[in-house]
């Protein structure tokens, strides 16, 4: 059962508060137009079952934290299991103004995530702690009537550790749900975090995920966003560079069509010298769906010897797919190396030829070439069991696209014997 306190169950703010295209952040995805009404009342108390496809990494695999509608499930977690060094806790409603996370200008969704949220949780890895198992963290939205739900986060390795975290969201059910989750991690010196985030929803779905990065001094921030479906996923990084010597690289694989929204911003803010960043996007966008991806790269003055690069490539499957790209450089110091690239288009026809005149179908033509087109990103988790499990999901829900795409956007319809 879950535990939302009766007196939380009441109406969010008027929908005219969410973003939308009047506001250059927000110029290509209209939440407000988007999220119906009933979506921003809170979830009710309501039954969750254990749901084993929420836990599909082996039970040994890593150590599971598990989230319904944003509270935390003690009885179907395995705290117990965390490792010297490591520990988690949630703060109650009273406290968590303590523990602030820091919002850049303009996240106007703060506010709602704010009021919504029941508690923040909060994970500290110490200095030199390096666990062996990866922590596995479960968003599980669960509603049988629309609403939402809204999750705060704080994550903390010490000087000097090593981990890796593996969070996935899952929504079920057709109703609309509407989520957001604001995240702050910092990295303190020479701390290094692997993390792979997955989002995967049916219909309603609609989230939204803030991830506030600072990284301090010859830290290391690596992180592969993998978002395979729902109305509307929109997944912000924000990076502040703290100390020199950091290094962050960010590595997005996207999906969407029929109705989907696919949505990636990240930003890097580097206000010291001798800093790296890296920005890969890989979108692939079929019938009816909508790909976005905004990066900027800001140098302060004085910043000098940074390297930073972002590029963003997408695939049209169907005519009626749309990709919108902004990439942007704002660089005030002289001795720098910034560089920014887009290009969108199709699948190589010749390609496709060749393998169909050997024997190769339109469909599995298609799931190869975008296979390849999106193995660089597969190639940056290097956990054996997390990329096995997780690739296996954007294999299969690329499969799916293929299949809904239908005979006369795929090709010319020519058939091979």
């Given at each position: 059962m879950l535990t939302q306190p009766e007196s939380s169950v009441t109406a969010l703010p008027d929908i005219m508060v969410l973003p939308d295209k009047s506001q250059e952040a927000w110029r290509y995805t209209d939440l407000r137009r988007l999220v119906p009404p009933e979506a921003l009342a809170l979830l009710p108390e309501t039954e969750a079952p254990d749901h084993g496809d929420y836990y599909f990494l082996p039970d040994m695999a890593a150590v599971r934290l598990l989230f319904i509608n944003g509270i935390f499930q003690p009885a179907l977690s395995q705290k117990e299991r965390l490792p010297d060094g490591v520990t988690f806790d949630v703060i109650n409603d009273a406290a968590k103004e303590n523990e602030e996370i820091p919002v850049p200008d303009g996240a106007v969704l703060n506010a709602i995530n704010k009021k919504g949220a029941q508690s923040t949780a909060r994970i500290v890895i110490e200095a030199g702690s390096t666990p062996e198992k990866p922590l596995h963290i479960i968003h599980a939205n669960h509603g049988a009537t629309p609403g939402a739900c809204h999750t705060r986060l704080t994550i903390r390795l010490g000087a000097g550790a090593r981990a890796t975290i593996l969070e996935t969201r899952t929504g079920e059910g057709a109703a609309p749900l509407f989520s957001t989750q604001m995240t702050a991690l910092t990295l303190d010196s020479d701390a290094r975090l692997d993390h792979v985030i997955l989002t995967e929803g049916q219909a309603g779905m609609m989230h939204v995920d803030n991830r506030h990065v600072t990284v301090e001094s010859d830290a290391h921030y690596k992180a592969t966003v993998l978002a395979l479906g729902g109305r509307v996923v929109r997944g912000e990084s924000h990076v502040r560079y703290a100390g020199s010597g950091g290094q962050v690289n960010v590595t997005i694989a996207a999906l969407a069509c029929e109705d989907e929204t696919t949505?990636?911003?990240?930003?890097?803010?580097?206000?010291?010298?001798?800093?790296?960043?890296?920005?890969?996007?890989?979108?692939?966008?079929g019938r009816k769906g909508t790909g976005v991806f905004q990066g900027r790269v800001h140098v302060s003055e004085g910043a000098q010897r940074v390297e930073s690069r972002q590029t963003t490539r997408a695939l049209l499957l169907s005519p009626d797919g749309v990709m919108n790209a902004k990439p942007e450089l704002d660089i005030l110091a002289d001795d720098v190396q910034c560089a920014h690239g887009s290009v969108i288009g199709e699948l190589d026809e010749e390609a496709l030829y060749y393998l169909r005149s050997r024997g190769i179908s339109a469909d599995e033509a298609q799931r190869l070439l975008v296979g390849a087109f999106l193995s660089d990103v597969e190639a940056t988790i290097t956990h054996e069991?997390?990329?096995?499990?997780?690739?296996?999901?954007?294999?299969?829900?690329?499969?799916?696209?293929?299949?809904?795409?239908g005979q006369t956007d795929r090709t010319t319809g020519e058939v091979f014997s």
């Open positions: 949505d990636h911003v990240v930003t890097m803010n580097h206000d010291v010298p001798d800093c790296t960043g890296e920005v890969m996007a890989r979108t692939v966008v069991e997390i990329c096995g499990e997780v690739w296996s999901r954007v294999m299969g829900r690329l499969d799916q696209m293929i299949d809904q795409i």
